[in-house]
């Protein structure tokens, strides 16, 4: 099983959203997105990493995503998100059977749910309101054609991932998967940080799911 060690770090006494990411930058873990579980079907790769710290009472994910042809569609919230560019972060408290998925486009457009399976889930509509999101984009081309470096910034309250306002998250153990997709981008792929072992694309496997253990 994948483990990542994530830091304890005062984010939130930093005053913009830049010095946020900039102290992920210089001190979040650092995870690359980059199993091609598929690659017969879906063989694109693309560099993309995660970068995360928690201050106890939030988690914080920079994710950084290289050259892609991007598509973006949905502009609200639970709309169609893993169809556009997309990172997605999947968890599950120890010990529990429910898992939560966090889906969101370059846009900021944001899917989250509570899950017993796939089929069967609940969407969280009232916490991504909680949720801060903050998206750059630049585009460039390479040999006449465009692609987009882009970046999805994300502060997720802890109560959004299941936990009490009694608890903090200094100490816990999460089980989770990163994933990158984009099912209608004009190169459609599936990547992830911890691998998967199925026969078809599936991120609601928290059998596959790695280890985040928070300091």
């Not at 529990?96 to 457009?109: K, P, Q, S, T």
């Not at 072992?197 to 790695?210: I, R, S, T």
């Amino acid at each position: 099983m994948k483990t990542l060690h994530v830091p304890n770090q005062h984010v939130s006494q930093c005053e913009t959203p830049f010095d946020k990411i900039k102290l992920l930058l210089e001190a979040g873990a650092e995870a690359a997105i980059d199993q091609v579980n598929w690659e017969k079907d879906f063989p694109k790769l693309l560099p993309v990493t995660v970068r995360l710290a928690h201050d106890g009472e939030r988690l914080y994910l920079y994710y950084q995503v290289t050259a892609e042809a991007v598509r973006a569609m949905n502009t609200e919230d639970f709309g169609s998100i893993w169809e556009d560019s997309c990172v997605e972060f999947f968890m599950q408290r120890d010990g529990e059977e429910v898992y939560r998925n966090f889906e969101c486009n370059l846009l900021g457009a944001l899917l989250a749910a509570h899950h017993e399976t796939r089929e069967k889930g609940t969407q969280l509509t009232t916490e991504v309101q909680s949720v801060i999101r903050q998206s750059s984009i630049s585009h460039r081309y390479e040999d006449g054609r465009q692609l987009s470096d882009w970046t999805m910034y994300l502060e997720i309250p802890k109560q959004v991932m299941g936990f009490a306002v009694h608890e903090s998250l200094a100490g816990q153990k999460i089980r989770a998967n990163f994933y990158k997709c984009g099912d209608k981008t004009p190169e459609p792929h599936f990547i992830s940080w911890s691998p998967i072992d199925l026969p078809k694309p599936n991120f609601h496997v928290p059998q596959f799911f790695g280890l985040l253990e928070l300091e």
